[in-house]
């Protein structure tokens, strides 16, 4: 059975805060775990199926009757990190004769962080801090693809400070006394550790918002690095509005091209293997 997840707020700094767990946040994909009536099926939080891409974590079923919250990750076995381009290829890989060559190349990791349904009971109502109980209690061992998330009470500063120190995505904030919710809730909140870059904006999109990124890679030289679609407000979308024309340099189907005057500051989750910025966030123009 497919349960709908909580999903978390955004904190833009760390606190402390007694009333409070906090856990690592890995950087994989969402995943529900249920293995109810005989059969175990696993979804993304969008309700889409997942379950013949992980085929190893199907070897060893669980008790009957229960649904797991979490994330799917693969860890660098050589450095312990989570890769995350590593889980999409996982993800989005479709043959069977690949899927299983995978499962010995990048075997996932299912990363467990709440009990939704144990032994056929309705866990949701209960506080958050009633059901890391039970699923502390709830034997997972069977299947060693299957771990428990950690997580410290009350130091989550201190918990921030080790997880930028690993280059790790962020922690997640939840009240002990939080029941869980199918929706978007501020008794979940994420703190991200965001890596910040200097950019220039070469070219914006026709057809929809979006700035193209850009990085000097010496004898003037320009690398698209991605397109900045997040973080810029109305009055910043008109600034840039009034030069774009003065420093046009071409255009294609798809964007207009300008010259790399335009420094932006961006934050981003991490840069990708082949150099690209994750997912890039507008924090405002550098001078």
């Given at each position: 059975?497919?349960?709908?997840?909580?999903?978390?707020?955004?904190?833009?700094?760390?606190?402390?805060?007694?009333?409070?767990?906090?856990?690592?946040?890995?950087?994989?994909?969402?995943?529900?775990?249920?293995?109810?009536?005989?059969?175990?099926?696993?979804?993304?939080?969008?309700?889409?199926?997942?379950?013949?891409?992980?085929?190893?974590?199907?070897?060893?079923?669980?008790?009957?009757?229960?649904?797991?919250d979490?994330?799917?990750?693969?860890?660098?076995?050589?450095?312990?990190?989570?890769?995350?381009?590593?889980?999409?290829?996982?993800?989005?890989?479709?043959?069977a004769?690949?899927?299983?060559?995978?499962?010995?190349?990048?075997?996932?990791?299912?990363?467990?962080?709440?009990?939704?349904?144990?032994?056929?009971?309705?866990?949701?109502?209960?506080?958050?801090?009633?059901?890391r109980?039970?699923?502390?209690?709830?034997?997972?061992s069977?299947?060693?693809?299957?771990?428990?998330?950690?997580?410290?009470?009350?130091?989550?500063?201190?918990?921030?400070e080790?997880?930028?120190s690993?280059?790790?995505?962020?922690?997640?904030?939840?009240?002990?006394?939080?029941?869980?919710?199918?929706?978007?809730s501020?008794?979940?909140?994420?703190?991200?550790?965001?890596?910040y870059?200097e950019?220039?904006?070469?070219?914006?999109?026709?057809?929809?918002?979006?700035?193209?990124?850009?990085?000097?890679?010496?004898?003037?030289?320009?690398?698209?690095?991605?397109?900045?679609?997040?973080?810029?407000?109305?009055?910043?979308k008109?600034?840039?509005?009034?030069?774009?024309?003065?420093?046009?340099?071409?255009?294609?189907?798809?964007?207009?091209?300008?010259?790399?005057?335009?420094?932006a500051?961006?934050?981003?989750?991490n840069?990708?293997?082949?150099?690209?910025?994750?997912?890039?966030?507008?924090?405002?123009?550098?001078?």
């Open positions: 059975m497919f349960i709908s997840p909580m999903l978390l707020e955004t904190s833009e700094i760390p606190f402390t805060d007694s009333s409070y767990i906090f856990e690592p946040k890995y950087d994989g994909h969402r995943l529900i775990y249920s293995q109810t009536n005989g059969i175990t099926r696993l979804y993304t939080r969008h309700n889409n199926e997942c379950t013949k891409q992980y085929p190893e974590l199907l070897s060893k079923p669980i008790e009957d009757g229960t649904v797991l979490g994330e799917v990750v693969v860890f660098d076995p050589l450095t312990g990190a989570v890769d995350f381009e590593s889980v999409m290829t996982r993800f989005q890989t479709k043959r004769d690949s899927i299983k060559r995978l499962t010995v190349e990048l075997p996932v990791t299912f990363v467990v962080f709440d009990i939704l349904l144990y032994k056929g009971e309705d866990l949701r109502g209960l506080p958050l801090t009633k059901r109980e039970i699923l502390a209690a709830a034997d997972l069977v299947n060693k693809r299957i771990i428990k998330t950690p997580y410290i009470e009350g130091a989550g500063e201190s918990l921030f080790d997880i930028c690993r280059d790790m995505e962020g922690i997640v904030c939840k009240r002990k006394d939080s029941v869980y919710v199918s929706r978007r501020e008794a979940w909140q994420k703190v991200i550790n965001w890596t870059a950019v220039r904006i070469t070219g914006y999109r026709k057809n929809e918002f979006g700035w193209l990124a850009s990085i000097d890679t010496g004898n003037g030289k320009m690398r698209p690095v991605g397109v900045i679609e997040l973080g810029v407000n109305p009055t910043q008109k600034a840039f509005f009034n030069v774009k024309d003065s420093i046009i340099t071409g255009e294609d189907k798809e964007f207009v091209y300008l010259e790399p005057f335009i420094r500051r961006v934050k981003t989750r840069w990708t293997k082949a150099g690209m910025l994750r997912s890039p966030v507008f924090v405002d123009f550098a001078i």
